[in-house]
């Protein structure tokens, strides 16, 4: 029997409060309505294993980890996501639509924390042995507006509270990953109505993984 096509792998991107969970979901049912299998997953977490680091990562105190130590963390979580879930679902020809991914960890933790980018490129090295998303939907959003919305929803984690100081820099570093590499980026203006927003990242789709 020959092997099935690979699956092509899409992450969603951005900041707090940006609609990525529900984006991600509509993104997920608009494939599968196109007759692909898929699979739906995010970051922190993904995997038994890598859930678990999740719970380390989001819970309890802000200055809880050492900036570099918790982005060893995160490429930890990723590593076990992508050995375990991702790369098995790729090869099966399976759709991976992903909720974060390591780009998160530029912005979260390069940006926002200080580490230096060399850890980050170090550490991608290792984890990922050279997998990289088919396509990245950035979804940007002014930062209050964002942190509004997740504060609404009632979400709490470390990265909520760090302040709108922080998660200014985190999507000035969103905008510059979308402007570095356009070809494996599409920007969306998550400022948008919800269905604005699904209809612009389904045209991205559409434009850049052609049925
Ligand atoms: P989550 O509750 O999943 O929030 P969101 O809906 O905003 O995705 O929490 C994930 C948090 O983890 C979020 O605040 C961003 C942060 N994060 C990092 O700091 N680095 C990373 O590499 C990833 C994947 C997430």
């Known amino acids: 029997m020959s092997r099935p096509a690979r699956g092509r792998f899409i992450t969603l991107e951005g900041g707090e409060g940006a609609g990525k969970s529900t984006q991600a979901r509509l993104l997920a049912a608009a494939l599968a309505a196109r007759g692909l299998p898929v699979l739906r997953t995010r970051e922190p977490g993904g995997s038994p ?12 105190a802000v200055a809880r980890w050492d900036s570099v130590a918790e982005c060893m963390l995160h ?6 996501h992508v050995q375990a879930s991702i790369r098995p679902a790729l090869e099966a020809g399976i759709w991976v639509v992903c909720d974060r991914f390591a780009d998160s960890t530029y912005a979260y933790q390069c940006h926002g924390q200080g580490v230096p980018r060399a850890v980050f490129q170090a550490l991608s090295e290792v984890a990922l042995e050279g997998l990289r998303p088919d396509l990245t939907l950035v979804l940007d959003l002014p930062v209050e507006r964002g942190l509004g919305r997740a504060t609404a929803r009632g979400d709490t984690n470390r990265y909520e ?11 000035e570093a969103f905008l510059a990953i979308a402007a570095a590499e356009p070809e494996r980026c599409a920007l969306v203006d998550a400022s948008q109505p919800l269905e604005a927003v699904t209809a612009a990242l389904l045209r991205a789709l559409n434009a850049r993984l052609p049925a």
């Open 161 to 171: 509270a760090l302040g709108a100081g922080f998660h200014a820099k985190v999507r």
């Open 49 to 60: 294993g890598a859930e678990a680091i999740r719970g380390l990562l989001l819970g309890q």
């Open 75 to 80: 490429f930890a979580a990723r590593r076990e």
